[in-house]
Each structure stands twice: as C-alpha cells, then as structure tokens.
Nanobody, 124 residues
Framework: HVQLVESGGGLVQPGGSLRLSCAASGFTFSSYCMAWFRQEPGKGREGVATIDTDGTTVYANSVKGRFTVSKDNAKNTLYLQMNSLRPEDTDMYYC???????????????????WGQGTQVTVS
C-alpha cells in the first residue's frame, strides 16, 4: 500500500532554514507527480510545490525563491529545502502523491490522492 512518511520539521528562527524529507513506499516513486502542501488544523490546504516525473517544478508565489523541491528516485525520497523562513510559513507540512502535475498551476484540493501524517514547522 502507498505510504508517505514526512520528517525534518521543527522550530526555527525567522530567516533560518529547514529541510523536509518524505520517504515513499508502496508504489513506483519515479512514475508519479509529487507535491508538498501545508495546512493548519481546521483550515484549507495551501499548495507549496510540485515536482513532475521529468523534474519540472512549480511553486506557490509565497515560497518562490525561498523553497526548493527535489527528489531522489534511487532513495524514493522527496525533499523540500526551505530557506529564509518567515513566521507565516508556520504550518503542518505534508508530502503527497498527485495524479497529474500541471506546468502552470499547483494541484486543486481533490487532486492530492495520498499524503502522509505531516511534519510541523514552526518559525518563531
């Protein structure tokens, strides 16, 4: 079965950096669009970034130039390098498998098919 396990969150000061990881299993990792989204309890999801099977990336305007999504197909792992963190980046971050990556937009809420338990990022 599909399993996604996020790690790497924590407490960081404004301006600091964190690197999130997502270990994937139960499917052919290299064949799927992968994504990061963030969500506060009781609130809607905010797409952060996607990376397609060919490495094409898309970012939310709010993180463009500060966050970098990447993947290692040999390790079945997705990453999110977050630099210049701001208090408004505080959230629970999730990695997700998406049916299709679009080159011009982030996924709609119903396009995230599987996600992990999340990892908390707090910038304060």
């Amino acid at each position: 079965h599909v399993q996604l396990v996020e790690s790497g969150g924590g407490l960081v000061q404004p301006g600091g950096s964190l690197r999130l990881s997502c270990a994937a299993s139960g499917f052919t990792f290299s064949s799927y669009c992968m994504a990061w989204f963030r969500q506060e309890p009781g609130k809607g999801r905010e797409g952060v970034a996607t990376i397609d099977t060919d490495g094409t990336t898309v970012y939310a305007n709010s993180v463009k130039g500060r966050f970098t999504v990447s993947k290692d197909n040999a390790k079945n792992t997705l990453y999110l390098q977050m630099n210049s963190l701001r208090p408004e980046d505080t959230d629970m971050y999730y990695c997700a498998r998406v049916k299709v990556c679009w080159s011009y937009r982030l996924p709609h809420n119903d396009e995230y098919k599987y996600w992990g338990q999340g990892t908390q990022v707090t910038v304060s």
